[in-house]
């Protein structure tokens, strides 16, 4: 089984800063992506930032201000936030793209965790 969770959320000041930490962990082969996607109060889940092999991508509503970064030797993901806005207040999530062992060989499989709340606001 995989577990896959977040913390680091929390309440801030507008141009203030939160990082956000993600831990996989059970029975992993190897983890092919992780990323970090959020949904605001009544709107769809959007992709903030992901990184698969070396290579990141940003929304274009947070590039040059959240920077993700992995260890991979922790199989964890971190998203930096620096400028914080009011409009990025969300719930967010992170996403994980695991390959484990199953009865039936190698699986490649989505994994996400629970959500951590991000507000914005004076």
């Known amino acids: 089984q995989v577990q896959v969770v977040e913390s680091g959320g929390g309440l801030v000041q507008p141009g203030g800063s939160l990082r956000l930490s993600c831990a996989a962990s059970?029975?992993?082969?190897?983890?092919?992506?992780m990323g970090w996607y959020r949904q605001p109060l009544g709107k769809q889940r959007e992709l903030v930032a992901s990184?698969?092999?070396?290579?990141?991508n940003y929304a274009d509503s947070v590039k040059d201000r959240f920077t993700i970064s992995r260890d991979n030797a922790k199989n964890t993901v971190y998203l930096q936030m620096n400028s914080l806005k009011p409009e990025d207040t969300a719930v967010y999530y992170c996403?994980?793209?695991?390959?484990?062992?199953?009865?039936?060989?190698?699986?490649?499989?989505?994994?996400w965790g629970q959500g951590t709340q991000v507000t914005v606001s004076s």
């Open positions: 996403s994980a793209n695991i390959m484990t062992l199953t009865r039936r060989g190698m699986s490649t499989d989505d994994y």
């Open positions: 990184s698969r092999g070396g290579n990141t």
């Open positions: 059970g029975s992993i082969l190897s983890v092919r992506a």
